[in-house]
């Protein structure tokens, strides 16, 4: 039987008043294995007016029964996650044994968020001349609404709620309408004070009004530019902070003399994983000529190797796409680049029967005119540039108006140096993925705004306030 979702505003789960449902549809079969409604302002309405009336009676308990939840939630993710990845892969198609390891990551990233919050100064006091002090307390902002992309269903509501509740705000969560099921399931499995944690369902009928919402004091949102831009102008309307993480076109340059070999397997696992579904993703390869051809070599071998499946087990490398209208983003800009002079040289067509599939790609001859080196195409496509020095590569990686993580392999230090010019949030040399909680980052040029991670993710879910203090009768 087909499951219809629900909302969950103060701790009840019930019905969307917007009257509308439509069907999510499994990427692999093509299959409807759920409803979820088309979300409404009063929706939203009440779901804030359960935040808002929640927050104070949040905000005063004590900081440690807060983080003690949390603690706990991760150890409920964790005991969770092969279920929550099997939905996840059903919804989406993110084959289970990447979305076991990314949701065992998000309930420790929890974890060690939790740790933070032990640890971060929400009070400091400052001495002062002549006795006088400066007592300064950061205070929660209120309610925060978080709005989360179909890509990390899971992972990405809970990286955006630790901080926020730890530090006593009370949440509205929108997760994207493409992939609502594994968070609702999430929430079921959280069970969440009544209140203090909402859910929201819908599209932009439940967003619009949720960024827009008067008494919603921080909007954290993850998704497109475009959604990003308008988001960010709702909140700056209203003179209230926004935390944007949108697209990326992140560049990876190899420099000669490392292992092509190895530098080939670990590029096809960023430019692959997930289907290239990640906003980090490898999607445009700077590789030096003198490795140039075994490289290519290399990865070409290596994206005929990820076989297509379902997910469901784990000798699929390479799942579905999200849904149709991903897939025709993605041939698009394999067809553009073929028709402007790139070359094929493994995968690059849609393969027939059912589901969303599409194979892992590796392109050659591509140029900035390209939309695979200048939009974001969220596929597992790789195209290749070769270039005659590492300061080129690095030159043309800058080139872009996105800025949110960058990759380098070097085996030299002062290349390892320059790479800290790269204009990006986040950059990796010799890995992928690394750091840990200490990883602190903003996203530059459209790639977004609002630092975030470690104590950042403290500082934008408070406000700060001095209290400046003096003996009566000191000058």
């Known amino acids: 039987m087909t499951k219809t979702l629900q909302n969950l505003i103060a701790g009840v789960w019930q019905d969307s008043r917007s009257g509308t449902r439509h069907d999510l549809v499994d990427p692999a079969t093509e299959e409807v294995i759920a409803q979820w409604p088309g979300g409404s302002a009063e929706d939203v309405r009440h779901?804030?007016?359960?935040?808002?009336?929640?927050?104070?009676?949040?905000?005063?308990?004590?900081?440690?029964?807060?983080?003690?939840?949390?603690?706990?939630?991760?150890?409920?993710?964790?005991?969770?996650?092969?279920?929550?990845?099997?939905?996840?892969?059903?919804?989406?198609?993110?084959?289970?044994?990447?979305?076991?390891?990314?949701?065992?990551?998000?309930?420790?990233?929890?974890?060690?968020?939790?740790?933070?919050?032990?640890?971060?100064?929400?009070?400091?006091?400052?001495?002062?001349?002549?006795?006088?002090?400066?007592?300064?307390?950061?205070?929660?902002?209120?309610?925060?609404?978080?709005?989360?992309?179909?890509?990390?269903?899971?992972?990405?509501?809970?990286?955006?709620?630790?901080?926020?509740?730890?530090?006593?705000?009370?949440?509205?969560?929108?997760?994207?309408?493409?992939?609502?099921?594994?968070?609702?399931?999430?929430?079921?499995?959280?069970?969440?004070?009544?209140?203090?944690?909402?859910?929201?369902?819908?599209?932009?009928?439940?967003?619009?009004?949720?960024?827009?919402?008067?008494?919603?004091?921080?909007?954290?949102?993850?998704?497109?530019?475009?959604?990003?831009?308008?988001?960010?102008?709702?909140?700056?309307?209203?003179?209230?902070?926004?935390?944007?993480?949108?697209?990326?076109?992140?560049?990876?340059?190899?420099?000669?003399?490392?292992?092509?070999?190895?530098?080939?397997?670990?590029?096809?696992?960023?430019?692959?994983?997930?289907?290239?579904?990640?906003?980090?993703?490898?999607?445009?390869?700077?590789?030096?000529?003198?490795?140039?051809?075994?490289?290519?070599?290399?990865?070409?071998?290596?994206?005929?190797?990820?076989?297509?499946g379902d997910g469901r087990d784990e000798r699929t490398v390479l799942g579905p796409l999200a849904d149709a209208r991903q897939r025709d983003i993605v041939h698009r800009h394999v067809t553009d680049a073929v028709e402007r002079g790139a070359r094929v040289l493994v995968g690059g067509t849609v393969p027939e029967g059912k589901g969303f599939f599409y194979p892992a790609t590796v392109l050659t001859d591509v140029d900035e005119s390209m939309l695979v080196m200048t939009e974001e195409t969220f596929g597992p496509l790789a195209p290749v540039v070769v270039v005659d020095s590492f300061e080129e590569g690095l030159a043309l990686a800058s080139r872009s108006r996105f800025g949110l993580a960058a990759t380098v392999y070097t085996d030299d230090p002062a290349h390892m140096a320059a790479a800290e010019r790269l204009p990006a949030g986040v950059v990796w040399v010799n890995q992928w993925q690394g750091g840990g909680p200490e990883r602190l980052y903003e996203p530059a040029g459209d790639s977004g705004m609002g630092a975030t991670g470690s104590s950042a993710a403290f500082d934008a879910a408070t406000r700060p306030v001095s209290v400046h203090i003096t003996t009566i009768g000191s000058e």
Request: glycine fraction near 10%; include cysteine.
């Open 47 to 308: 779901a804030v007016d359960a935040a808002a009336t929640a927050q104070p009676a949040w905000a005063a308990l004590p900081q440690a029964e807060r983080v003690d939840l949390l603690e706990r939630w991760a150890d409920t993710v964790a005991e969770h996650a092969a279920e929550l990845a099997d939905i996840e892969c059903r919804e989406m198609g993110k084959p289970v044994g990447p979305g076991r390891m990314f949701l065992a990551g998000a309930a420790q990233g929890l974890k060690a968020v939790a740790a933070q919050a032990r640890s971060y100064r929400y009070e400091e006091i400052v001495a002062g001349p002549a006795g006088s002090s400066t007592k300064i307390v950061r205070r929660p902002l209120g309610v925060a609404a978080v709005l989360t992309p179909w890509n990390f269903p899971v992972p990405m509501v809970l990286g955006a709620i630790g901080p926020l509740l730890a530090a006593g705000n009370t949440v509205v969560v929108k997760p994207s309408e493409r992939a609502p099921l594994s968070v609702v399931r999430l929430f079921e499995l959280l069970d969440p004070p009544p209140g203090v944690l909402n859910l929201v369902l819908g599209d932009a009928r439940a967003g619009v009004p949720l960024v827009e919402s008067d008494d919603v004091h921080l909007v954290h949102f993850t998704g497109s530019v475009a959604a990003g831009r308008s988001v960010g102008a709702a909140a700056g309307a209203r003179l209230h902070r926004s935390i944007l993480e949108l697209g990326g076109k992140d560049p990876v340059v190899i420099d000669a003399g490392v292992d092509p070999v190895r530098t080939a397997a670990a590029v096809a696992f960023g430019a692959f994983v997930n289907s290239g579904q990640i906003c980090t993703s490898m999607e445009r390869i700077y590789v030096h000529r003198d490795i140039a051809e075994p490289f290519v070599e290399a990865l070409v071998a290596a994206a005929a190797g990820h076989t297509l």
